[in-house]
């Protein structure tokens, strides 16, 4: 290590050749002193030789020196600038990094705000899905309760036959099929032993209802054909976002979009059965006003069969479907919720 740091100056050309001079001096003094070369006289050129020899000797010794010195502050001011090219390199390298991880910073930031962002448009459509959907639940419930009404009617005390053409436990979803729907030979049979069919006042009442029940139908038809949509364009439920933003949406890391997913496709079916049950309704409402209308004598095994078959089908649907609408608006408004507390979604 010491050599390695003598070196640099050993090739400096002032040390070089001071030591050249000085080795040169000393071999001819070495010279002299052995006798080699014989002594001259103290004569005027023995002086000049002797100062020659003399001041050689001390020239090759300051030539080293000055060698030396020389090489020192070279090497000195090498070191220093070194040393500046080093901190300068170090401090760039520092600044370079720096501007990276700020430029980072700032992408990742971005990155946030854009996945934010695209949030919160899944959030917007979602809104706009739990609309509609709150409007198909609106609309469900008039459709219950028109169901409620029409099945109360039918079953109206006071006309002693109906309750016998309509039992309740027909309407009771809490009784198995196989136990609740009733048979028609043996309710027709039931009616024929009880004797009204041949009361005339009952069957009087039951001409007159019948007339009723047959016009408040034709209103309930009106209303719930009003609620149709068939061509699906009054009840839709939008997918645009989450289908044409994909590639934005795949890069969402901040939130689990799973439930969102999930949302689409309950929701494309949610749409899917509530035609199926608006559909299924109407043709229960055709079924029973021809049930009672009197002009057709429909009210037959076969045509009680029928509509009783039918009521029970209709009411379960109508329940189903109200529970799995409920049930998907609660998940939505949950998953909104989520987002709120997650400060993802904006305040609607």
């Not at 044409?244 to 939130?255: M, N």
Request: aromatic share 8%; proline share 4%; net charge neutral.
């Amino acid at each position: 290590m010491q050599f390695e740091k003598i070196a640099p100056y050993l090739k400096d050309p002032l040390v070089l050749i001071g030591f050249f001079l000085f080795l040169a001096f000393l071999f001819c003094r070495y010279v002299i002193k052995q006798g080699i070369v014989p002594a001259l006289p103290p004569t005027l050129g023995f002086t000049i030789l002797r100062t020659i020899l003399l001041y050689g000797f001390i020239l090759g010794l300051l030539l080293v020196a000055l060698g030396f010195a020389l090489k020192y502050r070279e090497v000195q001011a090498g070191e220093r600038t070194q040393a500046a090219q080093v901190a300068e390199t170090r401090r760039k390298n520092e600044a370079d990094l720096a501007d990276r991880q700020k430029q980072e910073a700032l992408a990742a930031q971005r990155d946030v705000l854009e996945q934010k962002a695209q949030v919160d448009r899944l959030d917007v459509e979602l809104n706009h899905n739990l609309a509609v959907a709150d409007q198909l639940r609106k609309n469900t419930t008039v459709m219950v309760g028109e169901f409620k009404t029409l099945s109360r009617i039918v079953r109206t005390p006071g006309i002693k036959i109906l309750p016998i053409l309509f039992p309740e436990k027909n309407i009771d979803l809490t009784i198995p099929d196989d136990q609740s729907i009733n048979n028609a030979d043996q309710t027709m049979d039931a009616l024929g032993a009880s004797g009204l069919l041949n009361d005339q006042l009952e069957m009087q009442k039951v001409t007159a209802v019948a007339g009723a029940i047959s016009r408040t139908i034709q209103v309930t038809l009106s209303t719930v054909q009003s609620l149709q949509d068939p061509n699906g364009t009054r009840y839709v439920f939008s997918d645009s976002v989450w289908k044409g933003d994909q590639a934005a949406i795949e890069k969402v890391i901040l939130t689990d979009l799973t439930p969102y997913q999930v949302s689409y496709g309950d929701l494309e079916l949610l749409r899917t059965n509530y035609d199926i049950v608006a559909q299924h309704f109407v043709e229960y409402l055709i079924d029973l006003q021809n049930f009672f209308d009197p002009s057709k004598h429909l009210i037959t095994r076969d045509s009680l069969r029928k509509i009783l078959a039918t009521e029970r089908y209709t009411e379960s649907l109508l329940v189903t479907y109200t529970k799995a609408l409920i049930k998907e608006m609660d998940q939505i408004r949950s998953l909104r919720s989520k987002l709120s507390a997650q400060g993802h979604a904006p305040q609607v």
